[in-house]
């Protein structure tokens, strides 16, 4: 058993991983949820080396179980394989610049369901500890489904992205309004212009899915795609943030 702070941190090694690229730096923390009926049966999927086909080999650096167990599988140093297919901020492929963490949920699959105040503390104080060895700026921590919007939903609506931002962990807008559902005259335009100043990969002629997935991270109350003059607000609110966060 190992780990600083507060945290139960146990080694549970996994084949899935490799060097990361030559020179490329650690910038990004992403988050996800296993979507798995068990934590035992995320951690097995995610060390298994031989998964049945068409199933990919994936991993992730570490695991956090919903009594706040965290389980380390890849070093922070080395490749994990946990994005897959995905963009932020102009950059493809997140998994050589990213540290990816798993969160135990069942997911929409297989009973979506609150995440647990023990397992959010353990998450924040890991997150703050990652980010005490790595430069990731505030708006490089990022939704699974942030940076695959088109096949992606995690970790979800439920998360509590406002209690991370609470801890210094990403971004929160304060105070926005978001009781408005009017839709404003080329309101899908706009939306489509600030989700990629947020650093979304974003169809402009269709930017539902990414839509969506900003909704289901800084708009939870509210996640149908539609960009109604509360989404806007949210979404400039973000867009403004960002840009004046340092990164």
Partial sequence: MGGGGRLDIRDRPSPNQDDRPEATPIDTLVLHYTGMPTARAALERLCDPTPPAPLPRVSCHYLVEEDGLVWRLVPESRRAWHAG????????????????????????????RPFPALQMAAVAELCLEILERHPI???????????????????????????????????????????????????????AALLARIGYP??????????????????PERVDGQADAGTLARLEAVARLAESSNG
């Fill in 137 to 191: 700026p505030p708006r490089n921590v990022v939704a699974h489904s942030d940076i695959a919007p088109d096949r992606k939903q995690d970790p979800g609506e439920l998360f509590d992205w406002a209690g991370l931002a609470a801890n210094g962990i990403g971004l929160w807008p304060e105070g926005v309004a978001s009781d408005d559902a009017a839709q404003p005259p080329d309101s899908l335009a706009r939306a």
């Fill in 202 to 219: 974003v169809d402009a002629a269709q930017p539902g899915p990414a839509l969506v997935a900003f909704q289901r991270h800084w708009r």
């Fill in 85 to 112: 297919q995905s963009f932020w901020r102009g950059h493809s492929l997140l998994n050589g610049r990213s540290i990816g963490i798993e969160v135990v949920n069942p997911g929409h699959e297989w009973g979506y």
